[in-house]
């Protein structure tokens, strides 16, 4: 299964008239990309993978002019990403030639073999297939009008946004531990048991099934703006103008969606346990007067902006804005609990004494099949869920402001200095546990672990709640019926940034071209559930650690990087033809002609380290535990290679006590590796004939050989913590390459 893509591109213009220009184009992408190859070359490969992505943009526009001072743009747009990820080698096994039930394997969707995990032995088998569709749709229209000193533009946006998918679904999975093959059930008993045995019994001691539902959630956007260049004097020019922006919530075309939760209605388990406070039920759309969209989208999101340039003289000119700038909401589709479930095999019901189920009948009673919004309140009893918020008005706004000052220099050179920020509020954030057990009850110490009689056993109780006994922290929790409530698309977190820079800037002369900057930022939020794909060196941290005090997850941004050079220069080489030397003959404007040589160079401080420890307060719905300081410095000295085993001091650290949480703060002004790097390169130019050319080039990425080093281990009682022990660069690599233009 070789990876392989190809793409394909189509374009047509036309002009009508003097007046009319219209065009339209279409891109296709398909791509197969193997994860995990079978290497065994059988359908019980371990880890079998293939994701096949396909990708379609369409796009049609036309510009008018009017009349001479008129011009009227409009486009159509759609795109759409599907992607789909299934078992390479064994798809369309049928599961009945391990012994599984006929009537399993025949309602088993996208059958493939099984992903068979064991206790002591490698793992073996294939698993699950998704679907995902991304899709848009867009329309949009801008009038520009010149009048005079001013140049007003004014436009129209509408765009929905789609993601339709199909959660993982395919043959259950099947786990196999010691504890029907040793010599006592409940404990580990040396020299006694085998995980293999237990398979060859046929006796699986774990797995599930999912029976899924198709889901297409999507979003509406509209938006209008207006906007002037006025061009007050030859040396002033002010531009001002508001953008009007609505963005709905999120929606599903059937309405298989939790719009939200209800923290204050008393859940229909109530009715069963009068002595036992039980609120809070998930919404779903439509259902009793809920809405159909997630949160409480605002109706109007308003957006001015201003800015000027000024030429103070022939060499200098100032400029600065200030702007507000609404951020768009982001969301993949909810595999929404009722629409999509999932059974678990039984696999003992007298503590591992005797199995309570076999490959040749895992699920005696059946799999459990959706039942759509019909349980109301009654849904995921017993579960963790993630819900939307119900409260969140937008995905935040960014206020944006910028100041810089230019120069023209002597010698062709350009220099701007220059300052910019920007203060972010009511962000989007996910993470957020609100069934978190409050602080008040952590004097309680041990006491919230020990199990107590559970009163919603035989009265309601599903999954972890359908047990005669649970800890006396889940009884205490705010919503106790669940395990923990996560909320998804909050909007409220915040964060700030500013820069200032100096930027050197010397446009092609005699054969020099250069591009210099350094930028010194600061960056800090509040954001929980931070991810960036891609970015190796980032940490991030889902949730917080005390979710009744969210100011104390303030500090530093995953991005912080406060010192940042970049360079880029090309120098062509002053001989051949039209250069000042080796220019009179051919041949030697073929052997010394058409030289170039390029460098592009990057030097950047490390990013804030998170230091954590393990969670002892996951028993009450604690997402994270930091450690307490000491006062001691957690930076240690010496250069990079002298730090990979020992880049953090241990002893600044102490671990927090259960029932209590760290001090210090989530992200650490203490910083991972920095980054150095160049990459080189020689071009060489021929000319053939009039109209054939030829380049040659050789590069050289990471020239310096330098290695960027990961991040240090983080974890403070882990026995590699403060040790490095990845490179998150190649070493050098060097590459040649010829290009032909006719």
């Known amino acids: 299964y070789p990876n392989r893509g190809d793409q394909y591109t189509f374009k047509g213009d036309q002009q009508f008239g003097n007046w009319l220009r219209a065009a339209a184009s279409y891109v296709h992408q ?100 998704t679907r995902d569709v991304y899709y848009s749709r867009s329309f949009n229209a801008t009038i520009s009008k010149f009048l005079g000193r001013h140049s007003v533009k004014a436009g129209f946006d509408f ?46 001691t774990s797995g599930s099934m999912n029976v899924v539902t198709k889901f297409n959630d999507f979003l509406r956007y509209y938006g209008g703006f207006v906007q002037d260049d006025f061009r007050i004097t030859s040396k002033l020019t002010l ?5 009007f922006e609505h963005e709905s919530g999120i929606r599903e075309a059937g309405n298989k969606l939790i719009v939200g939760f209800n923290s204050t209605a008393a859940n229909p388990l109530q009715q069963n346990t009068p002595g036992l406070q039980i609120p809070g039920q998930v919404q779903y759309a439509g259902v009793n007067g809920n809405p159909v969209e997630t949160g409480n989208a605002l109706t109007v999101k308003p957006a001015p902006r201003v800015g000027f340039a000024y030429a103070a003289d022939g060499k200098t000119v100032v ?25 678990s095999i039984i696999t003992s019901t ?70 910019l920020g920007s203060h972010s509020l009511h962000l989007n954030e996910s993470g957020l546990n609100i069934d978190q057990l409050n602080p008040s009850y952590l004097p309680l ?60 800037d010397r446009r092609f002369r005699n054969g020099l071209t250069l591009l210099a900057s350094y930028t010194w930022s600061r960056s800090a939020t509040d954001v929980l559930g931070v991810s960036t794909a891609g970015a190796a060196q980032i940490s991030s941290i889902s949730g917080a650690q005390n979710a009744y005090n969210k100011p104390a997850e303030w500090s530093l941004s995953t991005q912080d990087a406060p010192n940042r050079f970049t360079t880029a220069v090309t120098y062509e080489l002053p001989f051949g033809k039209g250069k000042p030397f080796l220019k009179s003959s051919r041949i030697l404007d073929l052997i010394a002609g058409g030289w170039s040589a390029n460098a592009v160079g990057i030097l950047q401080t490390g990013f804030p380290l998170s230091v954590t420890q393990p969670n002892n307060n996951s028993v009450f719905g604690a997402s994270y535990q930091l450690p307490n300081a000491t006062g001691v410095s957690p930076k240690t000295s010496g250069s990079a290679g002298d730090r990979i085993n020992g880049w953090l001091n241990a002893a600044a650290f ?44 050789a590069e ?43």
Do not use: C
Request: hydrophobic content about 35%; cysteine-free; overall charge positive.
């Open 700 to 742: 050289a990425l990471n020239a310096t050989n330098t290695a960027y080093f990961g991040n240090p281990n983080t974890t403070l009682t882990n026995n590699q913590f403060g040790v490095i022990s990845s490179q998150i660069n190649n070493p050098r690599l060097i590459q040649l390459g010829a290009r032909v233009t006719f």
């Open 350 to 419: 007298d503590g591992n004494f005797h199995p309570a189920a076999s490959l040749s009948d895992p699920y005696p009673n059946g799999l459990l099949q959706p039942t759509g919004n019909t349980l109301a309140g009654l849904s995921g009893i017993g579960q963790a869920i993630t819900v939307f918020s119900p409260t969140s008005q937008s995905a935040g706004y960014v206020q944006e402001y910028s100041f810089e000052v230019q120069r023209q220099a002597p010698a062709g050179f350009v220099f701007t200095l220059g300052g």
């Open 30 to 129: 398909k791509t197969g990309e193997t994860n995990s190859p079978p290497v065994f070359g059988n359908v019980a490969s371990p880890g079998q993978s293939l994701l096949f992505r396909r990708i379609d943009a369409t796009q049609a526009n036309a510009t008018a002019t009017l009349n001479p001072t008129t011009v009227l743009s409009v486009r159509w747009g759609f795109n759409r990403f599907f992607t789909t990820s299934y078992p390479t080698s064994s798809a369309g096994f049928n599961l009945a030639t391990l012994g599984l039930p006929q009537s399993l394997a025949a309602s088993t969707p996208n059958s493939a073999f099984p992903a068979v995990t064991m206790g002591d032995v490698a793992s073996f088998g294939g698993g699950t297939t």
């Open 654 to 697: 102490s671990q927090a006590p259960q029932f209590t949480f760290g001090n210090i703060t989530r992200f650490l002004n203490v910083r991972g590796p920095a980054l150095f790097n160049w990459d080189v390169s020689v071009f060489k130019a021929f000319s053939i004939r009039e109209r054939i050319k030829a380049q040659f080039r």
């Open 319 to 343: 400029r600065g804005g200030y702007g507000i700038y609404w951020a768009p909401s982001f969301f993949s589709f909810q595999n929404t609990i009722g629409y999509s479930q999932t059974t």
């Open 445 to 504: 110490g041990s006491a919230l672990t020990q199990s107590v009689d559970n009163p919603l056993y035989n009265n309601g109780g599903t999954g972890t709640m359908g047990t005669a006994k649970v800890s006396r922290a889940q009884l205490l929790l705010p919503f106790p019926q669940y395990t923990s409530v996560t909320l998804n698309n909050s909007d409220t977190g915040s964060g700030y940034y500013y820069a200032w820079y100096l930027r050197a």
């Open 159 to 204: 765009r929905t946004l789609h993601d339709a998918g199909t959660p993982a679904s395919g043959p259950t999975s099947l786990g196999f531990a010691d504890v029907f093959t040793r010599a006592t059930p409940q404990t580990s008993t040396a020299g006694t048991g085998a995980s293999l045995a237990t398979l060859l019994l046929g006796y699986p």
């Open 239 to 243: 531009n001002f103008g508001i953008r």
